[in-house]
């Protein structure tokens, strides 16, 4: 299969095979597979962030008791490794410098 170039910005889990203007935080070359598996992740870490939501309105339950945002949180880091995995040098060089995978 073909790949393609594809620009990531996490924070909105935005995935563009058009740049624009803030769209470029990460660069990763993958087919349509991978970046469907990505997208999948993004949808993981979308739906456990809107359950987060209306946990927060449950005062008797604590943050750190909150399987949502440990569900969030695994997602993050999946998404980072596979971003890492299919990432150019830039986008290598920058999820090392952030230290997200060294667990």
Known sequence: MEK?????????REISL??????????????EDEILELR??????YNA?????????I???PYHQDQSNDDYDLGMVTAFRKIYELGDEQTKKHIQQ??????
Not at 49 to 57: K, Q
Request: charged share 20%; glycine share 4%.
């Open 40 to 45: 999948e992740i993004f949808d993981q870490m």
């Open 18 to 31: 058009n740049h624009d203007a803030n769209n470029d935080d990460f660069i990763v070359s993958a087919t």
């Open 49 to 57: 962030d809107i359950r987060s939501f209306f946990r927060a309105h």
């Open 98 to 103: 952030m230290g997200i995978l060294d667990e």
């Open 59 to 61: 005062p008797a339950q």
């Open 4 to 12: 393609n170039n594809y620009f990531i910005n996490i924070g909105t």
